[in-house]
């Protein structure tokens, strides 16, 4: 368990908006979830039902930082420069190399919150760390996307929208140096055959442990940062290494890894740039591929292009192809995953980030198919909460008829899925869905049924 990476979610259950991806240009090209035909106002009045519906949202917010709070203060009272807190026990946890993986990780969500002694400690701390040496393997991935992205995205809301919430300019200035001193350790990672990085690696040895491929997701989620990490430094060497990784993901070869147009397989050879398999869909694995291809569009439309083409592409494949309603309740519309041409009637936690890329996308392109697709997966998503005993979703689920477990077969007849993996990891990928969808129709509903399940206590259903 991470505990302070549900920050990250309180800080969503909040109402106050914060961007999540900065353009690139001083000017936003889009007014992200602001279409007449969805004002953004937030009425009280448009909450019709909901658990605990009298509470004022200063009172929700408030309970939301109490809780970040006591997370974030309990961790650093206990494991200070450790990656977590264990909180059942109360040891600490380094499964993120001992770099503080909590501090990093929370430091926006402080930031968001402005709740300043908080954002004091961790940029106090953040200097010290070493960036260089660790004793564990490193996953390229992952600590592009909580290491790189906590301390750019850090820099970037204390340079810009946020900068009286700091007044120490050289713990500030510390951000980008240390995301530059990461990056310098890490890049050796894609010195391959074709460029294509190895995800595990060690410091210890600068080596790839005789990697020969990598996962589509961990390839092609690293754009964003290390494009963001080029712009801020002005050394275009981040960029071209992350974009040159890219273009196999791409242009797939061979045609049969794509078996959808703009659907494509999970594993490529690194050797020769090849996808060893046609297997995929929005599942974790290949989840952030998608997402990655939209969110650089919007950083930066002019250069990216090429990224949506292949989004849009996707996009248009999912909603002809992956659609999925249970036959116990076809009013609900999941996504399957595919491999070859065959389809999977089976989802994870994770993939519900699906209903927040395509309410993104039609924002993006002003598409209203789009958005009600995005919001039919939302909707999909929350009734996996509403379901459940906690009301909180399963890890995985699903709803194949030839497979359903004797002892949750009414529960299948009710809900429109089973629970194939019953566990919580403090996935925040479902809270960016539900908060995009709140943004664009103004309904507190997406908002406040996860937020009441996860943050207080007795939650209901709506
Ligand atoms: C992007 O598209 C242009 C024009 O079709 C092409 O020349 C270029 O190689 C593409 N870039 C990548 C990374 O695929
Ligand atoms: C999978 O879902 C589709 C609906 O999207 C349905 O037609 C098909 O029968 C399902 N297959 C199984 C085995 O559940
Ligand atoms: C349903 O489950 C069976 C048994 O695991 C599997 O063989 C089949 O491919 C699955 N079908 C779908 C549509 O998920």
Redesign the pocket.
């Known amino acids: 368990m991470r505990p302070v990476l549900s920050s990250w979610a309180f800080a969503l259950c909040l109402t106050s908006c914060c961007g999540s991806v900065l353009p690139h240009s001083g000017t936003p090209s889009y007014n992200y979830f602001t279409s007449a035909e969805h004002p953004l106002a937030v009425e009280e009045d448009r909450v019709s039902s909901g658990p605990n519906i009298d509470i004022s949202n200063e009172e929700r917010a408030s309970a939301v930082k109490d809780a970040f709070t006591f997370a974030f203060n309990n961790y650093w009272e206990l494991c200070k420069g450790q990656d977590e807190l264990l909180p059942v026990t109360n040891a600490c946890g380094n499964s993120r190399n001992h770099w503080g993986a909590s501090a990093i990780d929370a430091l926006s969500t402080a930031l968001i919150m402005g709740i300043r002694p908080i954002v004091a400690e961790i940029l106090e701390y953040i200097p010290t760390i070493d960036f260089t040496t660790t004793a564990t393997h490193v996953s390229l991935f992952e600590t592009t996307i909580r290491y790189l992205a906590g301390m750019l995205s850090a820099y970037d809301l204390l340079q810009g929208p946020l900068s009286e919430l700091s007044s120490n300019p050289a713990a500030v200035e510390s951000l980008l140096a240390q995301s530059k001193s990461l990056a310098d350790s890490l890049k050796f990672a894609f010195d391959t055959p074709t460029g294509i990085p190895a995800n595990d690696i060690f410091f210890t040895t600068r080596s790839t442990g005789g990697a020969t491929s990598n996962g589509l997701a961990t390839t092609g989620s690293l754009q964003l940062e290390w494009q963001r990490l080029s712009d801020l430094t002005g050394d275009p060497e981040y960029s071209i290494l992350a974009q040159k990784a890219e273009t196999y993901l791409l242009n797939p070869q061979p045609a049969w890894a794509e078996p959808f147009p703009g659907l494509v397989g999970t594993r490529i050879d690194i050797t020769n740039g090849l996808f060893l398999d046609a297997t995929g869909g929005w599942n974790g694995g290949d989840d952030s591929f998608y997402e990655y291809l939209l969110k650089m569009y919007v950083y930066d439309s002019s250069r990216y292009g090429n990224y949506s083409d292949r989004w849009i592409l996707a996009a248009d494949s999912t909603m002809e192809h992956l659609v999925s309603h249970p036959s116990s309740r076809p009013q609900l519309t999941f996504l399957?995953s595919f491999a070859d041409t065959?389809?999977?009637?089976?989802s994870q936690h994770l993939t519900c980030f699906d209903g927040g890329s395509f309410l993104l996308g039609g924002q993006v392109f002003d598409k209203k198919e789009y958005i009600d697709f995005g919001l039919a997966l939302v909707k999909g998503c929350r009734a996996t909460y509403e379901q459940t005993a906690t009301r909180i979703g399963p890890e995985q689920f699903?709803w194949?008829?030839?497979?359903i477990m004797p002892d949750q077969a009414d529960f299948f007849e009710n809900s429109g899925f089973y629970i194939t993996n019953p566990s919580y990891a403090l996935r925040p990928e479902v809270l960016e869905s539900f908060y995009y969808a709140f943004r664009i129709t103004g309904e507190l509903r997406f908002l406040l049924n996860v937020c009441f399940s996860l943050v207080f206590d007795n939650p209901k259903p709506l």
Request: neutral net charge; hydrophobic residues 35%.
């Open positions: 399957a065959s389809f999977v009637n089976s699903s194949n008829t030839s497979a």
